[in-house]
Nanobody
């Protein structure tokens, strides 16, 4: 079992920046290692969508086209913490942002979500 605790959401004006953090903790040493960690978001009335994800081994990243060049995902493997630096925020980035982690067996775990609101 993996627990994810998110922080860093809030309200900002368009063009501003926010940094999200997500710390993963495992209930026991027998829990599978984490394969990847990342962020999804869900705006009102829309489906949850991938924002960015990073594979633990090697650090390969994937970004949604809508955030490329503005958002950066990074990770501190020693702390099992993933970050999402969000710059040049737009009103359309407004959503609940969810941290996610997958074990080596690709079991997915989700955080509780953190609200990001960007005003124009």
């Amino acid at each position: 079992q993996v627990q994810l605790v998110e922080s860093g959401g809030g309200s900002v004006q368009a063009g501003g920046s926010l940094r999200l953090s997500c710390a993963a903790s495992r209930a026991s040493r027998s829990t599978a290692s984490i394969y990847d960690m990342g962020w999804y978001r869900q705006a009102p009335g829309k489906q949850r969508e991938l924002v960015a994800v990073m594979i633990s081994s090697g650090g390969s990243t994937t970004y949604a086209d809508s955030v490329k060049g503005r958002f950066t995902i990074s990770r501190d493997n020693a702390k099992n913490t993933v970050y999402l630096q969000m710059n040049s925020l737009k009103p359309e980035d407004t959503a609940v942002y969810y941290c996610t982690a997958r074990s080596l067996s690709l079991t997915a775990y989700w955080g509780q979500g953190t609200q990001v609101t960007v005003s124009s």
